[in-house]
């Protein structure tokens, strides 16, 4: 508003000349300022309720699984409203400077008006310019001439790219093979779920019958089928288990004396096969593994708490103590406890369960199918395909999970990209902006260099330097301390995840530096 009242000047001058009071000419002044802004504000307002009312619950349904979430989505004009108020505030009191202005000055004033904010640049001397050429000298103190405005753009222009910079590097660092197998051990598995009899009842359906297997194993591509058995047990309470009681307690609100009262859980049998192929785990823990010596707890639970080095537990319906050391934790996904035992899940040798008890007596609760890598989309397809009329269980892939995670790499890059793009783009108009004020500001100097002999093609030569100094000196900041700024922020993701891979975007940051270099 100030470049625009600047601009006119000579006519607001005019106009006082012939009578129009002080009232009046700021009068004119909102007005336009209005007008200006009217249709930005009120366009703005309109796409950020069609994006916020359309898309946000499209996005939360998909996020949450449950498209059913969109119905749920409230519409709060007071959000809007507010928006717009406010944005109508921000341009009055940007108004009011140049109003101001332009109300007090007198008609001769704003005749012989110079803009006080950009004075000339001050003459530097010959030996500070004996090895750059003088337009690039006259360029570069163009630049700082107003040091308060070429904060401004920098700050907004790096503030951007900074943003873009490490948007583009975390969602490029996430590995997503990496996360894929950190979230599933094979490349599908089945597991059942809870289902309601006539009654209402809950109960664990047991879906995954031999049949279902074989039939499994018959598709073509299936290399392998690794089941999950469960048997309950009684786990005898010692105070070895206090670790685990205090983060049950703290977590789930659930007093320590009922967990006493009620600890009991399964015995998870896994084949040894599948840990001696596609687990990290040395010949003798594999060794007494298979023995039946020792047990394991999920990883997913390491660095909640501690449990005794030897836990004794006796499985349902039978005499049998058994005394089982602590093999630690190991990267698996067995999360599935009894509905109401408050002891952890044992995870011991399959081959081991069933010498403790009748194979037909326990529970197949869940299923880990690899597949042929070659042959792998196809084979889960056809997987997903034979399951979808089965009741009481439920399917993860590799597949899904992929899919899953290329959409959250799109949401973050169209999200987080389109924010930094934003700023960026404020940052170019704060550029263009004081540019346009620049050479409004100083016409007559121009006019004087060129009766002097400089010639227009070496005035474009200054103007255009002048913007390659700001393109440089921003670009030098974000490849610098942006780079670092993102390495940062990668390496502390890699201590709270493992699928972190710091990978520098180079062809988005070319493109986008391209981008801004030519604009």
């Known amino acids: 508003f100030y ?9 607001y001058g005019l106009l006082k000349a012939l009578g129009t009071t002080e009232k009046q000419l700021k009068k004119i002044i909102y007005k336009k300022s209005i007008r200006l802004s009217v249709w930005g504000i009120f366009l703005g307002a309109g796409i950020g309720i069609f994006v916020s009312y359309c898309f946000l619950p499209a996005f939360i349904g998909y996020l949450a699984h449950d498209p059913t979430k969109m119905s749920y989505w409230g519409f709060y ?35 012989r008006f110079i803009n006080k904010k950009d004075p000339s640049p001050k003459i530097t001397s010959k030996k500070k310019i004996r090895n750059r050429s003088v337009i690039s000298s006259m360029a570069y103190r163009n630049v700082f001439v107003s040091k308060k405005r070429t904060m401004i753009v920098f700050l907004s ?30 490349d599908i598995e089945i597991e059942n779920v809870y289902v309601k009899n006539n009654k209402g009842d809950s109960y664990l359906s047991d879906s995954l019958t031999p049949n279902l297997i074989s039939n499994i194993e018959k598709i073509d591509g299936v290399e392998k089928v690794y089941k ?18 205090q983060w049950m307690h703290k977590t789930f609100n659930i007093p320590i004396r009922y967990i006493k009262n009620t600890f009991y859980s ?14 990290t785990i040395s010949k003798q823990d594999l060794k007494n593994f298979k023995e039946g010596k020792t047990f394991y707890i999920s990883n997913g639970y390491k660095g909640q708490f501690t449990l005794p080095e030897k836990v004794t537990a006796t499985p349902n319906q039978t005499d049998t103590i058994l005394t089982l050391k602590n093999g630690g934790f190991i990267d698996t996904g067995v999360f599935v406890s009894d509905e109401m035992g ?47 009329n089965i009741q009481g269980i ?32 404020i940052g170019l108009m704060n550029f263009v902006n004081i540019m346009a004020s620049s050479i409004q500001s100083r016409k007559s100097e121009l006019s004087a260099m060129e009766s002097i002999g400089m010639t227009q093609k070496q005035i474009n030569q200054m103007l255009v330097k002048e913007g390659l100094y700001y393109s440089f000196i921003s670009l030098t900041v974000v490849w610098t301390f942006g780079t670092a700024l993102s390495y940062l922020m990668v390496t502390l993701l890699k201590k709270a995840v493992s699928y972190a891979v710091f990978d520098f975007p180079w062809l988005a940051m070319i493109l986008i530096s391209l981008l801004v270099f030519v604009i």
Do not use: W
């Open 228 to 245: 999950q058995t469960e048997y309950k047990i009684s786990i005898q309470y010692n105070n070895g288990f206090d670790s685990y009681s």
């Open 342 to 388: 408050m002891a952890p899940n044992l995870i011991i040798s399959s081959d081991a369960l069933n010498k403790l008890v009748d194979e037909n007596n326990t529970q197949t609760t869940r299923l880990f199918i690899y597949t042929d890598q070659k042959k792998q989309v196809q084979t889960i397809h056809q997987v997903n395909k034979y399951l979808k």
């Open 157 to 186: 222009l790096i503030l951007g790219l900074v943003t873009f910079l490490c948007t583009t590097t975390i969602v490029k660092s996430i590995d997503s093979e990496k996360y894929i197998n950190s979230m599933l051990d094979s």
């Open 266 to 279: 399964n015995l998870v049998g896994i084949s040894p096969e599948m840990l001696e192929t596609y687990k």
């Open 3 to 11: 470049l625009s009242a600047v601009k006119d000047i000579q006519s």
């Open 77 to 111: 004009p007071i959000i809007p409203i507010g928006a717009v108020l406010f944005s109508f505030i921000t341009v009055f009191i940007s108004a009011r400077k140049p109003a101001k202005t332009i109300g007090k000055i007198s008609a001769i004033e704003a005749i």
């Open 394 to 425: 439920k399917s993860e892939s590799k597949e899904d999970i992929r899919n899953e995670v290329k959409f959250m790499k799109q949401t973050i890059n169209t999200i987080g990209g389109g924010f930094s793009l934003v700023l960026v783009f």
